[in-house]
């Protein structure tokens, strides 16, 4: 009996290995978590790509809150992506429920029915970077689109009562010197300006040197390291 337990180990550890040795490039490289979202990233869940055969295709796991953020992944039996072609969520008479063709190395994204844009992104690249400190306290310029400076922001180290305290420098232009922008704060990936009253300007780091106001816009805010 303890023999044929091991042989029933091996036979299945042969069969895994077959699984993952089949499978195409395109799909190897899918193959672990990946954050699932819309394009809006107020409904994010986690969805697992398989190695393991399921009809015309393989196995896919969605964590349990993906059904109430996206109910057609109930219907979804397995995913399949051929070489050169597009990534897809089919359910069990064979139908594309989801369809992603990749924009970026690690994102993928898919116009679906009912849900706007889907996107995929690779979990460890989707996971918030914590940015160090010292690469954002200093003189900053704000800019609008590719106009002059409209003010000069010191972001200082000194803790305030939200996040660190922030110093606008003579000269600032009306409209921003009248939002009395008074403390900064890094959110993850995210810096933070707050205003005396309203809501904090978001930015996202494009380079060390560059912050890029968001939701972006056709005119945009940027910060610009002085």
Same mark, same amino acid.
């Given at each position: 009996?303890?023999?044929?337990?091991?042989?029933?180990?091996?036979?299945?550890? $042969?069969?895994? !290995?077959?699984?993952?040795?089949?499978?195409?490039?395109?799909?190897?490289?899918?193959?672990? *978590?990946?954050?699932?979202?819309?394009?809006?990233?107020?409904?994010?869940?986690? %969805?697992? @790509?398989?190695? &393991?055969?399921?009809?015309? +295709?393989?196995?896919?796991? /969605? &964590?349990?809150?993906?059904?109430?953020?996206?109910?057609?992944?109930? &219907?979804?039996? @397995?995913?399949?992506?051929?070489?050169?072609?597009?990534?897809?969520?089919?359910?069990?008479?064979?139908?594309?429920?989801?369809? @992603?063709?990749?924009?970026?190395?690690?994102? /993928?994204?898919?116009?679906?029915?009912? @849900?706007? %844009?889907? /996107?995929?992104?690779?979990?460890?690249?989707? !996971?918030?970077?914590?940015?160090?400190? #010292?690469?954002?306290?200093?003189?900053?310029?704000?800019?609008?689109?590719?106009?002059?400076?409209?003010?000069?922001? *010191?972001?200082?180290?000194?803790?305030?009562?939200?996040?660190?305290?922030?110093? %606008?420098?003579?000269?600032? #232009?009306? !409209?921003?010197?009248? $939002?009395?922008?008074?403390?900064?704060?890094?959110?993850? #990936?995210?810096?933070?300006?707050?205003?005396?009253? +309203?809501?904090?300007?978001? /930015?996202?780091?494009?380079?060390? =040197?560059?912050? $890029?106001?968001?939701?972006? *816009?056709? =005119?945009?805010?940027? $910060?610009?390291?002085?």
């Amino acid at each position: 009996m303890r023999r044929l337990g091991v042989a029933a180990l091996f036979i299945l550890a $042969l069969t895994g !290995a077959a699984a993952a040795q089949g499978i195409n490039e395109s799909a190897k490289e899918m193959l672990g *978590s990946w954050e699932f979202s819309n394009a809006g990233h107020d409904r994010v869940c986690t %969805v697992t @790509f398989k190695a &393991d055969r399921v009809g015309a +295709g393989y196995r896919v796991e /969605f &964590d349990p809150k993906c059904a109430g953020q996206f109910p057609f992944v109930k &219907d979804v039996a @397995f995913w399949n992506y051929p070489d050169n072609d597009l990534l897809r969520f089919v359910d069990g008479q064979g139908n594309a429920l989801a369809e @992603f063709s990749e924009v970026e190395t690690g994102m /993928f994204e898919a116009p679906t029915p009912g @849900f706007g %844009v889907l /996107f995929l992104q690779n979990a460890a690249d989707a !996971a918030p970077k914590t940015v160090p400190l #010292d690469q954002a306290t200093g003189d900053w310029a704000l800019v609008r689109g590719t106009g002059k400076p409209l003010c000069v922001i *010191s972001l200082t180290a000194t803790p305030a009562d939200r996040g660190f305290a922030l110093a %606008v420098k003579p000269g600032c #232009d009306p !409209a921003i010197a009248r $939002l009395n922008f008074r403390h900064w704060s890094l959110d993850g #990936d995210e810096l933070q300006i707050a205003p005396e009253r +309203g809501n904090a300007w978001r /930015f996202e780091q494009d380079d060390t =040197n560059t912050w $890029l106001r968001i939701p972006a *816009s056709s =005119n945009p805010y940027t $910060l610009v390291r002085q």
